[in-house]
């Protein structure tokens, strides 16, 4: 969004009530967070993403310590500051508990197919990693273990987590997952869900690449 300026408070507002309106952040769940030069910006403790003023988001260094700012950082604060940690070309951090995509976490399930031709370029699957209390180190370092790979982690029993070079991105990349789940649920109920073959998969890519 040409309007908005990159790494500021004002773009984490942004897509935060984007996120909230969309359903993907429900209550007081999710977070969200935004690589700067000074540090970390990330939403506070407990806030409702749809309801954040300027206030509402602190920064952080590498390690999770206050920066700036009078609120409580996000408990997952070691996770986003993990994956930046991991990945120097990420740059944004979305953490939600998006109902039917936790469905899946949920569930125990990858997402090792796929239905949609854009969900097999952009994530090829999205894997789920064992159970660990939320806002734990050992879920922190979890998360950064599988981040070495992939861009996007299933939480068990907890939700997603997803970088992306900007916000936009993984905000748009968010909607395609969910998009993605909402069609296998809606084909399963009309008798079950076909989806791509690795012949299609390869053609997809091949054709990307031209």
Known sequence: MDFLQKGTKEEILYWSKRLYQKGMSPSTSGNISIKTNEGILISASGVCLNDMDENDIVLIDYNGNLINGNKKPSSEKIMHSEIYTKRDDINAVIHCHCPIITAFAAAGKSMDR????????????????????????????????????????????????LGADSLQNAFYQLELIKSHVEIIFGAEVLGGAKYLSKKDILEINKLYKK
Do not use: M, Q, R, W
Request: proline residues 8%; contains cysteine.
């Open 114 to 161: 796929s239905v949609l031709p854009d969900f097999a370029l952009v994530f090829g699957e999205i894997p789920i990693i064992p159970y660990y209390c939320p806002s734990s180190i050992e879920l922190a370092t979890k998360v950064g273990e599988y981040f070495d790979k992939y861009s996007a982690v299933l939480l068990k029993n907890h939700g997603i987590v």
